[in-house]
């Protein structure tokens, strides 16, 4: 048995080449284990062994990574972006740390939008559900293809994770800040990428903004666009992910003219899923009633 924490690309690559390792995503698990087992801990971060669950809080160094990737993305993805990086964490501060922890709106984001652009060609468009290392590969092999991660703002928030708190500092003066070990919850929203956690809440920060970018990439798709699927699960499409609660329906019929469904499996399974059986079946009757193809 394999056991992980913080390193699940690690694990995916790991498991792939060993023969006879097994990992939770393969059998009902830890009572189960005996004689030699392995753990595989990321020693690129703190605590690598965590007694406690990460129930979403702020990722660490957060103003350094956001301004830093959005130099990245213009000096070096994408030299043809114009963009005020300062000015962008400015402007995302602003929108979370005045506000309660979990009454952020799409619109809280506005700002932030109209300063960051979105300039990939519309008909590469590649939607993705519960398939991000399948993602990264197919993306990394295929040229000319664009996820919402190859956008500006996609590239800069990434997998980050923020909530506003309020912190008592000395001399009773309260201080504003990306502090919070959590975010209560407020209701059901979309499933969260793997490698962050989200609250339930529908006016979290994270997913407000993400909603909101999800949405604007997949009204601006047209041509022909891909969806890759993980039929290694059930449910591969699923009404709440954010594909199917946001991105699916933002698509305009008057621009999109083919929807191509790709369906790629764990490489030992299962196979649960495909274009003919399961969830999978509902998507493609709900594409046959819309004008894509």
Known sequence: F???????????????????VYTLEDTLFAEAACGNIT????????????????????????????IGRCYNYITLINPTSRCDCKE???????????????????????????????NSPCHQFLFWSKTRWTMEAYTALMEQVY????????YVFNQLVWCRHH??????????????????????????????????????????????????????????ITVLLNGSIHSAFNRESMFGSVELNSLNPGTVEYVNIKVVFDLRGPFIESCGRGSIVDLIEILQHRPEK
């Not at 962008?88 to 939008?113: M, T």
């Not at 996820?147 to 996609?154: A, F, R, S």
């Open 2 to 20: 394999l056991f992980w924490s913080k390193t699940r690309w690690t694990m995916e690559a790991y498991t792939a080449l060993m023969e006879q």
């Open 88 to 118: 962008v964490w400015r402007l995302f501060e602003e929108a979370v740390a005045p506000r309660s922890s979990c009454s952020i709106q799409v619109k809280d984001y506005q700002e932030i939008f109209s300063i960051m652009p979105q």
């Open 39 to 66: 753990v595989l801990l990321n020693g690129s971060i703190h605590s690598a062994f965590n007694r406690e669950r990460s129930e979403g809080g702020t990722t660490p160094n957060l103003k350094t990574i956001v």
């Open 147 to 154: 996820t919402l991660e190859d956008m500006l703002v996609g």
């Open 167 to 224: 912190q008592h500092a000395a001399g009773g003066v309260w201080q504003r800040g990306f502090l919070t070990p959590t975010c209560e919850s407020g209701g059901k929203v979309p499933t969260p990428p793997p490698g962050a956690e989200w609250s339930t809440g529908p006016h979290h920060p994270v997913y407000s903004l993400w909603r909101q970018v999800s949405q604007e990439f997949a009204e601006a798709a047209c041509g022909n």
